[in-house]
C-alpha cells in the first residue's frame, strides 16, 4: 500500500519502531548466547519512545552526561546495568551516579579517578571503575569520530598506566574491576576490530602481570552502517560483529564482554522528512530548497556525511539537485549534485539513516521551530512509511 507522505507535517522524524524492534532482537540473538552484554549508547539518540523500547529489550545504558544518566533511568534502564564515560564528568554528575550506585564509571584521567573516589568516601560508598585505555588502534574512519588514536583526548595513554593503578590500590573509595576502549564510529571494516582484540589480549597480559582482576571488558561501540544503500541492509551484519570479537578477544569464563553500540541501533530506524520549498534555478546549479536544515540533522555540514535522499510522491524523469535547507550558512545542505525524480513545490524528500546522531544533534539556531515526530506504531497500515 502507499504510505501516505503528504499527511505528514514537515520538517519531522519518522521512527520505524518494527525495525528498530527487529535490529534489537538480531543483537540479543547474536549477543546473548556469548553472555555478552550490550549497552546502548544514548548519545545516538536519546528519544524516549526509542529508549523505552531499547531498555525494555534488555539493553543496558552507555551514558556520557548526568542528564543521559536521568534519562536512562527515566526510561526504564536498571541502575546497574548504566555506564558513566566522558573525559569531563562534573561533580553533580558523578554524585548523581553515585546516589544511584550505577554499575561503571569509565574513568578517561588520574584527576578523574580522584575526584570520584572523594566523592564517594564522603558517601561512604566503593564504587567501582573501569579504566578507558586509549588503545592505539586507528579506526580508518572519519577524522572527526575516531578516537582511539594517540593525540586524542580520550582515554588514558599506556605509559600513565603504572601510576593510574597504583592510585587506584591507594584508593578505597574505588574498586578497579575493568577496562574499557573505544576507536571511533562508522567502523565497517572487521579487520580494524580484530587488532582491537588483539591489543586489548595485550592489555589484558599486562593487567594480569599487575595481579589486577580484570572481570569486564568492554570495548565500546562503533559499527557502522549502511548509508550508501539503507534499503539493502537496514539490519547491521551483527554476525560478523560480534563473530570477530567471539573469535580473537581471549576471554576467560568469569569475564564478561560488554559492548556500547549506539548507529547501529537505531541510525537505520530513523527518516528526516522535508517537502521542497522551492526549486531555484543557479547558474550552474539546480537547487531544491527544503524546510529541514542543519538545524534537523547536522551531519552532511558537520562532516561532509551522505545520506541517501529519495523521494517518494514525484515519479518524473531525473534531474541533478543540489538539496539545500534554509539556514544562513553556506554548509547547510542534504546533497551536492545527486539525481533525484524532477522536483516541484510540494513534493516530500525521505533523508535516510537518520536515526543516530540525527535529532540528538538538532539546534535551534536561527530560532528554527520544535521538530514533529511520527512513530510507525501510531500510524495505520495506510500511512506506514
Ligand atoms: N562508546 C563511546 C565511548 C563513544 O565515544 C561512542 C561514540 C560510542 C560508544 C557509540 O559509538 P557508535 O556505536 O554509535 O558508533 N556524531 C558522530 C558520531 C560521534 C560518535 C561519538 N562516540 C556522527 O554523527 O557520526
Not at 507522505?5 to 528498530?20: G, K, Q, S, V
Not at 553556506?330 to 522536483?343: Q, T, V
Request: proline letters at 4%.
Amino acid at each position: 500500500m502507499e504510505p501516505q507522505y503528504t499527511d505528514l507535517n514537515t520538517p519531522c522524524y519518522f521512527y520505524d519502531m518494527d525495525l528498530l524492534r527487529e535490529t534489537l532482537g538480531s543483537i540479543s540473538s547474536h549477543a546473548s548466547p556469548n553472555g555478552y552484554k550490550v549497552h546502548y549508547a544514548l548519545k545516538a539518540n536519546s528519544n524516549d519512545r526509542l529508549l523505552r523500547t531499547i531498555s525494555q529489550a534488555g539493553f543496558g545504558a552507555d551514558c556520557v552526561s548526568g542528564n543521559e544518566i536521568q534519562k536512562a533511568l527515566e526510561t526504564g534502564f536498571a541502575p546497574a546495568d548504566i555506564v558513566f564515560a566522558g573525559v569531563g564528568k562534573a561533580d553533580w554528575e558523578i554524585d548523581l551516579a553515585l546516589n544511584h550506585d550505577i554499575g561503571f564509571f569509565n574513568c578517561e584521567s588520574l584527576p578523574e579517578i580522584e575526584v570520584i573516589a572523594e566523592r564517594a568516601a564522603l558517601k561512604n560508598k566503593k564504587t567501582r571503575i573501569a579504566l578507558r585505555i586509549n588503545p592505539e588502534i586507528d579506526a580508518k574512519t572519519h577524522y572527526y569520530i575516531t578516537t582511539g588514536i594517540e593525540e586524542n583526548k580520550f582515554g588514558i595513554n599506556r605509559e600513565d598506566l603504572p601510576r593510574v593503578l597504583q592510585t587506584c590500590r591507594e584508593l578505597d573509595a574505588v574498586e578497579l574491576k575493568g577496562l574499557h576502549v573505544h576507536i571511533g564510529s562508522q567502523i565497517t571494516d572487521m579487520d580494524v576490530f580484530k587488532s582491537l582484540c588483539i591489543r586489548v589480549n595485550e592489555l589484558q597480559e599486562y593487567f594480569r602481570r599487575e595481579h589486577i582482576v580484570i572481570e569486564h571488558i568492554n570495548v565500546g561501540g562503533g559499527l557502522g552502517i549502511n548509508y550508501e544503500e539503507p534499503q539493502d541492509g537496514p539490519i547491521p551484519d551483527f554476525d560478523s560483529y560480534f563473530k570477530t570479537f567471539r573469535e580473537f578477544l581471549h576471554l576467560e569464563p568469569w569475564q564478561q564482554l560488554h559492548f556500547e553500540l549506539g548507529r547501529a541501533v537505531t541510525g537505520q530506524c530513523g527518516k528526516l522528512i522535508t517537502r521542497v520549498l522551492y526549486v531555484k534555478d543557479g547558474i550552474h546549479t539546480r537547487f531544491a530548497v527544503v524546510d529541514a536544515g542543519m538545524t534537523e540533522l547536522i551531519r552532511p555540514a558537520l562532516y561532509h556525511a551522505y545520506h541517501k535522499i529519495t523521494s517518494p510522491t514525484s515519479q518524473r524523469p531525473e534531474k541533478k539537485y543540489d538539496v539545500v535547507g534554509p539556514i544562513c550558512e553556506s554548509s547547510d545542505y542534504f546533497g551536492k549534485a545527486i539525481d533525484l525524480p524532477e522536483l516541484s513545490r510540494g513534493d516530500v524528500l525521505v533523508i535516510h539513516t537518520a536515526g543516530a546522531y540525527g535529532e540528538v544533534m538538532r539546534s535551534f539556531y536561527n530560532l528554527r521551530d520544535h521538530l514533529k515526530f511520527y512513530y510507525s506504531d501510531d500510524m495505520s497500515r495506510k500511512h506506514k512509511i
